[in-house]
């Protein structure tokens, strides 16, 4: 079993900066793919940066990067704007220490943008 717990979400102003983390724990035997998702108000899941590229919203303000020693991966966000507010949410996939394939998710961290 692989759990995922992300962190660092919170309130900022618009133009603000924030770096959320996901940490991957459990049985892992190795991380194919990690990426982040995220969910606004009353919309549909989208991806935000995953290893099929990153949507154009948030080109050149989102960086996302990994620490495969620790399992953890983060997203620095940059310039952020009201449209930014959502929950942000963490996915991995990959082998468990059984060799069985996972498909994890975080539970989501709030971001909320004021304008």
């Known amino acids: 079993q692989v759990q995922l717990v992300e962190s660092g979400g919170g309130l900022v102003q618009a133009g603000g900066s924030l770096r959320l983390s996901c940490a991957a724990s459990g049985s892992i035997f190795s991380i194919n793919a990690m990426g982040w998702y995220r969910q606004a108000p009353g919309k549909q899941r989208e991806p935000v940066t995953t290893?099929?590229g990153t949507t154009d919203s948030v080109k050149g303000r989102f960086t996302i990067s990994r620490d495969n020693g620790k399992n953890t991966m983060y997203l620095q966000m940059n310039s952020l704007k009201p449209e930014d507010t959502a929950v942000y949410y963490c996915?991995?996939?990959?082998?468990?220490?059984?060799?069985?394939?996972?498909?994890?998710w975080g539970q989501g961290t709030q971001v909320t943008v004021s304008s």
């Open positions: 996915y991995a996939q990959g082998l468990t220490l059984r060799r069985q394939s996972f498909q994890s």
């Open positions: 290893t099929g």
